[in-house]
């Protein structure tokens, strides 16, 4: 079957950095993609791996280890407004071309 | 652009009761998604659509059927709603199977209670 696992809660100090993991379990894998989701909201997509390394898009970057099954996502220069849940994706092919969710880690940004 | 639209934004029904979920988006993307998330949970894929005409199950089909006759709509229907559908469901959207990207448009969701 399909698994990720993610840690349940962070919290983190305005201006910090924060690295959130993800372990994943897929045959079939594809990518990794990482979404914020504040509290009644809808998720919002941040970035999407699907080659080894390090991309990065201003305060957020995202990593990808295929052969560890294994990606981050990196918050730098916290702020009060990144207080949110995280969810990584996984994108496979298993089953159907499609993609399957983590269950979310929350994020708690304090000043 | 609106992107991704969902109608209604909540309901409340009774056991037994049906209903459909519309999902609209203007972006013209091949590929649609319905979503449950239950409080302090991930999303949950329920089914899906790679293309006008198709439609594909996800991880919890059960209980629900969808309909993808025009490539801008996706709608999710409840023939028979239990309490354990009680959720709220997102719609998403995205361009196809391009490997290099998955990014997915979500709608704004729709809080469904079911008494």
């Known amino acids: 079957g399909q698994s990720l696992e993610q840690p349940s809660e962070v919290t983190a100090v305005e201006g910090a950095i924060v690295q959130i993991n993800c372990t994943y379990q897929t045959s079939g894998f594809y990518g990794l993609s990482w979404y914020q989701q504040h509290d009644g909201g809808a998720p919002t997509f941040l970035s999407y791996?699907?080659?080894?390394g390090l991309e990065e898009t201003g305060r957020f970057s995202s990593f990808l280890s295929r052969s560890d099954s294994y990606g981050y996502l990196l918050l730098q220069e916290l702020q009060m407004k990144d207080s949110a849940s995280y969810f990584c994706a996984v994108r496979s092919d298993t089953g159907g071309f499609k993609t399957i969710f983590g269950a979310g880690t929350r994020l708690f940004v304090k000043a | 652009n609106a992107g991704v639209t969902q109608t209604p934004k909540f309901r409340v029904l009774k056991t037994g009761q049906s209903m459909t979920l519309l999902c609209a988006q203007d972006?013209?993307?091949?590929?649609m998604y319905w979503y449950r998330q239950d409080p302090g949970m991930g999303l949950r894929l329920i089914h899906y659509?790679?293309?006008?005409?198709?439609?594909a199950k996800g991880e919890v089909p059960d209980g629900y059927n969808v309909s993808r006759l025009k490539k801008q709509n996706f709608l999710l229907g409840l023939e028979s709603a239990a309490p354990s559908q009680t959720s709220v469901y997102f719609c998403?959207?995205?361009?196809?199977?391009?490997?290099?990207?998955?990014?997915?448009?979500f709608g704004p969701g729709t809080r469904l209670t079911v008494l």
């Open positions: 659509s790679v293309g006008e005409g198709t439609t």
């Open positions: 998403a959207s995205s361009p196809g199977t391009n490997l290099a990207t998955d990014t997915q448009y």
């Open positions: 972006m013209n993307h091949e590929y």
């Open positions: 791996n699907a080659l080894d």
